[in-house]
């Protein structure tokens, strides 16, 4: 009956643990494969719309013009989908090993009563310490989910303001318009004023004129070269 045990309870941990490696790997396989598609999907868009503008009977700035903003929107999710890939396949891992390690030692003979107990405390307290830090985290998961901004963009995050530097999923990496370089923890975000509009901006510009100059005459120039500034 020693001799039974002393090879099985091995036997039985040696197949946990190879199960979980096997079971990591096909999840993380169906990850990369969602996001290689998600990634492929996207590059085909840019292909088809890349193409579309080609062919459109624009000028020559114009249609690099598109073209570019094509790439930057390809570009843009293809980065999202992979930090969000990156995310699940480090967070689906963590969860698959300890639940393999939870049944080895149960395999093994440990109470896991205590054990599990104990570990909840810890966890109460350390998510209690930080708890700012979780904040950030799933703040930076839902700010990627929703495409809320992107490196790149110009945005006002209330304490700070300018050009997107880098989209963590703790930090907002931000860079002012005199230089400085800002990192918001995503947490502190209560709310975000995007100015690059995606796609989308407005300005305001005074023109002045002379005293004896034709107001509906001004009028109607200003509206024609903002009509081929819009067409260009």
Known sequence: EIIGWSVERPLKVVLILLVAVVVNRLLKGTIDGVVNRLVESRSENESAAESGALVARVGRRVRRARLTRIHERAERSRQRARTLGGLFRTTTSGAVYVLAVLLALGEIGFDLGPLIAGAGIVGFAIGFGAQSMVSDFIAGIFILVEDQYAEGDYVDLGDASG?????????????????????VPNGEIRRVCNSSGLGFGKTVLDVDVAYDTDLDLAASVIKEVADELWRE
């Not at 997107?164 to 800002?182: E, K, P, Y």
């Open 163 to 183: 050009t997107v530097l880098s989209v963590n999923l703790r930090t907002t990496v931000l860079r002012d318009i005199a230089g400085a370089v800002w990192v």
